[in-house]
């Protein structure tokens, strides 16, 4: 009796001949052995669980997330990069790296000059579309005109981005001498005044973690960039309502700014101005902070905040 006919005699009618199967020749040639009759069926194995995704990871494409991490390192290198630094700076293959500048170059999200890469024209036209359809900056535009009208100073509006803070409107001083930033510029954390209230509101519990990935610059003489400094500063920061960047990240210039908050009662954005620090001296920061956290409390409410909280 071979196998075929003891599972028939079992009733197991749903298992196929061996002569169906791909190794047929050699299940012919298999021992008979005797089984008992009324044997239990055994149960079918269960199927292996697929494994878990880890969030929207098994969506990502390499290259194209390699791609935008390009992008964003070129964004805080004006002065671009060559493609073996990028390489190195972001551990990818210098002959991927060269294929994805390639296609940016192609796509004018980047740009070649000698011999380094910088970012390209079509980002200022993309850029510009994406300050245009932010809520926010358009609720801001009055209050910084309002604000500059008080403080006689450059009033700016930023939000987080990634471990940046991201200027998206300013307000221009009628003084001819301007030390702000544009919009569209990428200010580090531990050394710009809006930086500071997304570190002390916003990554408060990330900050070592932060510095981990990407070492402080030093900018000016005054820059901090010790982890317990920038912590210290981060809390001073939440206890007084206003962050103060005193000449750290541009040597003769004050900037001071107050955190935003959303309907959630978290901190979103952040409205500071800029200044030298001849017409902004030390004796008029709690002047000049009280203006400019009534500014932000402002634009708190109207971003559905229902009480500023220091």
Request: hydrophobic share 45%; proline share 7%; with cysteine.
């Amino acid at each position: 009796m071979n196998l075929y006919s003891i599972f028939e005699s079992l009733g197991l009618l749903a298992i196929p001949k061996f002569s169906e199967c791909a190794d047929a020749r050699r299940a012919e040639n298999l021992i008979p052995v005797s089984l008992p009759r009324n044997l239990p069926v055994p149960a079918a194995p269960s199927p292996r669980p697929a494994p878990a995704a880890a969030g929207d990871e098994r969506y990502v494409i390499p290259n194209l997330r390699n791609a935008c991490r390009i992008l964003k390192v070129l964004g805080r290198h004006p002065d671009g990069l060559k493609a073996a630094d990028l390489a190195r700076d972001l551990k990818i293959p210098v002959t991927t790296t060269l294929r994805i500048m390639t296609t940016l170059c192609l796509e004018g999200l980047a740009r070649k000059v000698e011999g380094r890469f910088e970012l390209g024209p079509v980002l200022i036209q993309l850029g510009n579309a994406a300050l245009a359809g932010t809520e926010i900056r358009d609720l801001a535009l009055p209050l910084l005109q309002k604000l500059t009208s008080l403080t006689d100073e450059t009033a700016h509006l930023a939000i987080p981005c990634d471990d940046r803070a991201l200027i998206v409107a300013v307000q221009d001083s009628p003084h001819p001498l301007r030390a702000a930033s544009r919009p569209g510029f990428l200010a580090e954390l531990h050394c710009s005044s809006t930086g500071k209230v997304f570190l002390a509101f916003v990554h408060r519990e990330r900050i070592a973690e932060l510095i981990a990935e990407s070492a402080p610059t030093k900018r000016t003489p005054l820059t901090q960039t010790a982890v317990a400094a920038i912590k210290k500063e981060a809390e001073l920061t939440r206890k007084r309502g206003f962050s103060l960047d005193n000449e750290e990240f541009n040597p003769g210039v004050r900037c001071l700014a107050a955190p935003v908050y959303g309907s959630t009662g978290q901190v979103i954005a952040a409205i500071g101005i800029t200044a030298a620090t001849v017409r902004f001296t030390e004796a008029r920061v709690p002047e000049i902070a009280a203006k400019v956290r009534g500014v932000a409390a402002e634009l708190s409410r109207l971003m559905g905040h229902a009480e500023h909280r220091t």
